[in-house]
């Protein structure tokens, strides 16, 4: 891993290796950062799993992954008909997880370029499949450098951010929408420092956030989720900073759990709570966050940590994935067109509306 300002191909969590016979690969972001490595998805079944278990995962790389994974699954269903295996394939990947927008935005960008190549060949099919797929990889490379050059300015020079989860290259198809705002103050030479929040059950900021930015040598302070009031009281953030999974037209934000405590502390601190976003995080189609699917996943992952046991067997467990922040308590949204201040429906429609 090169340190410095550049990134190196370790972030790169998606990777479509060689022509539509080629592979689908990812970085198994469940083994990071004590083992690094690339697994291959082979079949339909083996992408819906890597979405599912988190071997992918960050809203854009799983949209960007399941672009891919159309073309797997197209490829795979061969001896069906055209539509039948459109329907399958994407059947398969909206099954994966609820709640991240960019995921349902790709499929059904998906879905609407394949049934323009209906009746064609299907080896031809998969070679304009695989070209879009590629292309909406390449936009959100380029939405992650346009989040960033909107964003740098707000990172507080001289002062520290604190970030939620993990949006960073590993979780996008380029250098990460909260993640990718602090990467590019760094190239601005802008000096700062972040504190990770570990975010239980799963560690994204431990395992994921402390990695991606120790290895491109920013000044990272790892904190437990319980410690990060006392850390706003003892006047050490600036500003609060972090991703979305699904935002509604008013500005509600569905991210990990954990970011609605964090939104709530930072409005009783003064401090100033953004978040960065991709258009295609946005779901126009709900009034507010009450709409937004919310992912409740398996107890074991708060029975214990990373295979091991900590509380006692069987014991009741409630595990939503994410939580939604209501508009109000957000400054801004980072967007790769600029900037929503203070968002609601009108904001969000002024900044979206005629782009989208
Ligand atoms: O469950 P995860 O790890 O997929 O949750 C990811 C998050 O909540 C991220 O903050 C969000 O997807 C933004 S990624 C740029």
Redesign the pocket.
Known sequence: MERGNTMDERLDAVVWQGDVEGQLLLVDQRRLPQVWERIACPSLASVVEAIAS?TV????A?GVAAGYGVVVGMRELRGLEHEAALQQTVEALAGSRPT?RNLFEVLERMRSRAEELAGQPRQAVLARLLEHARAIHAEDRARCEAIGEHGWRLVPAGGAVLTH???GAL??GGI???LGVLHRARREAVAFAVYAGETRP?L?GARLTAWELQETGADVTLVCDTMTAALMAAGRVDMVL????RIARNGDTA??IGTLGLAVMAHHFGIPFYVAAPSSTFDLKLADGRGIPIEERDAAEVRGVRGTPTAPDGVKVWNP??DVTPARLIRGIITQFGVIESPCEASVAAMLGARQ
């Open positions: 988190l995962r960050g809203a854009p799983i991240a989860c993990h949006a979780a996008t990460g929408t909260a799963l994204q972090v991703g979305a999974d991210n990990k994935a994410f």
